[in-house]
């Protein structure tokens, strides 16, 4: 359901060829002293090289070993909350939250966004939307119940008509809860979560969301009262609590770097856990490429460090031009301007080494 909350009470190698020998066969020195003791010394010259080769082999063997379980792993602790997913610009985007049981985006529905009970689109593009049919009817192929999707009120009657065209082709029941939530609306999750939307700049309508969770607070007359005192209290029917709303994770979506600086999105920025897109990481492709495309640049990120006041930031969405090692040497730059810790999520792209 929909429900009106205020924010009033917020505070502000290749493998090396081993069956080798590493030295060759031993030549008869008893008739060759000399050239005995003038072999050892190629010998052990080539066993150095060798050796040295030996050494660069595991070496990028391990760095292969790292780079794979970062694509593989399936979760990340963030701040104690789990997120895990794939986002790769242009290709697909899906961030979830199993703690929540949400995903933000759908993307091309994996696997694990089936059993996530919410799912927040943040605007139409097919990267983002365009696994939600599947969604939708793997949730009932499985037998768990219909899922609630949130999108922006202005693409609701689209998404309907999506739904509908996939019933007609298919001859299936899609049933889901659609809901149409603006910016400025609280929706309530469950008793102790409420989401609401904020707003993003893309080359089309879009929003991102935060999740909050919910916790009562005694009141500040009440904080000298003892148990005995507060129980009279409540038992005469006094509201001794303050409901207390604390941001937990946002996600913006695809957007340009100005979310940063809209006021409207400061628990955006004191959230927990940020999630938000860095689509370019370095100088092959300008700031203002990155705008015109709705898009933000890592660049930018860094001169909006001020604002930043999360734990950690997860960065998302970055093109598939790069590499685990191009992403990973970009997120330690950022590292070096933020508070937060910078995570990069490389699920999905490859490797030098691969």
């Not at 030996?54 to 792993?73: G, L, N």
């Not at 929706?187 to 969770?213: A, C, D, K």
């Amino acid at each position: 359901m929909q429900i009106s909350l205020t924010n009033s009470t917020f505070k502000v190698p290749q493998t090396f060829p081993f069956h080798q020998p590493f030295l060759t066969e031993k030549p008869q020195t008893q008739q060759f002293p000399l050239q005995k003791n003038h072999f050892h010394v190629n010998a052990l010259k080539g066993s150095s090289r060798y050796l040295s080769e030996i050494s660069k082999a595991i070496d990028h063997e391990e760095q292969y070993r790292q780079a794979r379980q970062q694509v593989q792993r399936k979760g990340v602790d963030l701040a104690g909350i789990t997120v895990e997913g794939v986002s790769i610009g242009g290709q697909e985007t899906c961030i979830i939250i199993p703690e929540f049981k949400c995903a933000f985006d759908i993307g091309r529905c994996p696997t694990r966004a089936i059993h996530q009970n919410f799912v927040f689109i943040t605007h139409a593009h097919l990267d983002h939307i365009g696994g939600l049919p599947m969604y939708v009817a793997s949730r009932g192929l499985y037998n768990l119940k219909p899922p609630t999707v949130f999108v922006p009120p202005c693409i609701r009657e689209d998404v309907e008509q999506l739904i509908d065209i996939y019933r007609k082709m298919g001859h299936v029941d899609l049933n889901l809860d659609l809901v149409a939530l603006d910016v400025g609306e609280t929706y309530e999750m469950r008793n102790n979560l409420v989401v609401r939307p904020f707003r993003t700049q893309h080359v089309i309508p879009s929003q991102g969301y935060v999740i909050y969770s919910i916790r009562k607070k005694l009141k500040k007359q009440y904080t000298h009262l003892n148990g005995k005192q507060i129980e009279k209290l409540k038992k005469r029917g006094e509201e001794i609590t303050d409901t207390i709303l604390s941001p937990e994770v946002a996600f913006t979506g695809d957007t340009t770097s100005d979310f940063y600086l809209d006021p409207l999105n400061a628990d955006a920025l004191r959230a927990k856990v940020l999630i938000t897109e860095a689509t370019f990481l370095d100088d092959s492709t300008s700031i203002e490429h990155a705008r015109q495309h709705g898009h933000t640049h890592i660049y930018e990120i860094m001169e909006n460090a001020k604002w930043i006041r999360n734990k950690v930031i997860l960065l998302t969405h970055f093109s598939s031009r790069y590499n685990i090692e191009d992403i990973r040497q970009a997120a330690s730059k950022l590292q070096s301007r933020l508070s937060a810790k910078v995570v990069p999520l490389t699920e999905g792209f490859k490797s030098l080494h691969s």
